[in-house]
């Protein structure tokens, strides 16, 4: 009987813990393979998803996507898009348990600056024009979705920075 | 030195619990998810959808099935894997899918294959939305999803054994889905095997 208790709570235990290692093991990953690619704080544009993309499942065909690792443990960075085309243009955060922490709606926009931190450095003075975005851990993903307006087109954004907060130095994009 | 007996019984009890865990996530993610979920008809959705305030078997859920999801202000997520009649959706069948948009900034609805990855064809065509279906004088849509050609809208299945739709509603204006009814999203009407 008591072998058969501790196999059930061991179970339950294993249970939860399984569920919380698939979306962090997915995440990372993920972003294990944009690092591989493009390095950190470096926005890399995902070719046009066809039939044979096998990056992410489900991808939605219509849209562009960009995507960035954000290091965030030597300090805050600022993500700074350019004349956002389209007629759709979005900036999503994830955590790196997948969680979409945060969504700023970009489309039609000349110029977005978004400041990027963890929530220990939140500033409570962000200079006009500039958004604050805290994150829940130093290292998340940031992602940009636009509207594909035609096949091999551009990105969603005319110009994709990421450079670290006060700071000149800026990465380059690929 | 341990017993044969000792070594026996320590493997079973591995095994019975590798099988127990297995078996549970596997139950626990389908289940959790189809009960904290909105039905639709074969449509299912969940407005927790990519937040913070997932539950567990659901964030599960979401990076096994559709990692990075936008949360529910930017964007929502409808997906049907079954037709009207409750019967899983077959490539080698025809189906009339069949309705009007919701108001959203944009909306799209794609098949997946038994992978949930996009379905090779030669008209290139994965998807439909706003921009690229051709309207009825209502403003209802008409999407045939067949193996073969079927009128102006088709979209092709491959000849799949098994198809997921996804219909996405970007910045959602319809005041969440708690508000709507299940004759709101496309029918899903089998018409005939191929």
């Known amino acids: 009987m008591t072998a058969i208790i501790c196999i059930l709570l061991a179970t339950a235990l294993l249970h939860w813990l399984v569920l919380a290692l698939i979306p962090r093991l997915k995440m990372w990953k993920a972003m294990k393979q944009v690092v591989s690619i493009a390095g950190v704080n470096t926005f890399y544009h995902w070719p046009p998803v066809d039939s044979h993309s096998r990056n992410v499942v489900k991808p939605a065909?219509?849209?562009?996507?960009?995507?960035?690792?954000?290091?965030?443990?030597?300090?805050?960075?600022?993500?700074?898009?350019?004349?956002?085309?389209?007629?759709?243009?979005?900036?999503?955060?994830?955590?790196?348990?997948?969680?979409?922490?945060?969504?700023?709606?970009?489309?039609?926009?000349?110029?977005?600056?978004?400041?990027?931190?963890?929530?220990?450095?939140?500033?409570?003075?962000?200079?006009?024009?500039?958004?604050?975005?805290?994150?829940?851990?130093?290292?998340?993903?940031?992602?940009?979705?636009?509207?594909?307006?035609?096949?091999?087109?551009?990105?969603?954004?005319?110009?994709?920075?990421?450079h670290a907060a006060g700071d000149a130095w800026i990465a380059q994009t690929r | 030195m341990l017993g044969t007996e000792t070594i026996v019984y320590g493997l079973?009890?591995?095994?019975?619990?590798?099988?127990?865990?297995?078996?549970?996530?596997?139950?626990?993610?389908?289940?959790?998810?189809?009960?904290?979920?909105?039905?639709?008809?074969?449509?299912?959705?969940?407005?927790?959808?990519?937040?913070?305030?997932?539950?567990?078997?659901?964030?599960?859920?979401?990076?096994?099935?559709?990692?990075?999801?936008?949360?529910?202000?930017?964007?929502?997520?409808?997906?049907?894997?079954?037709?009207?009649?409750?019967?899983?959706?077959?490539?080698?069948?025809?189906?009339?899918?069949?309705?009007?948009?919701?108001?959203?900034?944009?909306?799209?609805?794609?098949?997946?294959?038994?992978?949930?990855?996009?379905?090779?064809?030669?008209?290139?065509?994965?998807?439909f939305c706003g921009e690229s279906v051709r309207p009825e004088p209502d403003g209802s849509f008409r999407i045939y999803l067949s193996p073969r050609p079927v009128g102006e809208n088709w979209l092709p299945s491959g000849g799949e054994s098994r198809l997921t739709l996804t219909m996405r509603y970007y910045r959602p204006a319809f005041g969440g889905i708690n508000s709507l009814r299940k004759g709101q999203l496309p029918r899903i009407k089998r018409l005939q095997n191929q």
């Not at chain 2, 626990?28 to 913070?52: D, E, K, M």
């Not at chain 2, 529910?72 to 948009?101: H, M, R, W």
Request: include cysteine; aromatic fraction near 10%; charge should be negative.
């Open chain 1, 61 to 162: 065909p219509e849209l562009n996507y960009s995507v960035a690792v954000l290091e965030l443990s030597e300090g805050p960075v600022e993500v700074v898009l350019a004349d956002c085309s389209g007629s759709y243009c979005s900036v999503s955060f994830y955590s790196p348990q997948s969680d979409n922490f945060h969504v700023v709606k970009c489309d039609g926009i000349q110029e977005l600056c978004l400041h990027v931190c963890q929530r220990s450095h939140a500033s409570k003075s962000v200079p006009a024009g500039v958004e604050q975005v805290t994150a829940p851990a130093s290292r998340v993903v940031v992602v940009v979705r636009g509207i594909e307006e035609k096949k091999g087109r551009q990105p969603a954004s005319k110009g994709f920075e990421i």
């Open chain 2, 12 to 127: 079973a009890t591995v095994c019975a619990l590798v099988f127990l865990v297995a078996i549970s996530v596997w139950a626990g993610l389908r289940i959790a998810y189809h009960l904290t979920s909105l039905h639709f008809g074969p449509w299912i959705s969940n407005w927790a959808t990519g937040a913070a305030s997932a539950n567990p078997w659901l964030r599960a859920h979401v990076a096994l099935k559709g990692l990075m999801a936008l949360n529910a202000s930017e964007a929502v997520y409808f997906t049907a894997t079954k037709d009207d009649e409750g019967i899983s959706l077959n490539g080698q069948c025809c189906y009339l899918l069949e309705g009007k948009p919701l108001p959203s900034a944009w909306w799209s609805l794609t098949v997946y294959g038994n992978d949930l990855f996009l379905i090779p064809n030669e008209a290139e065509r994965f998807s």
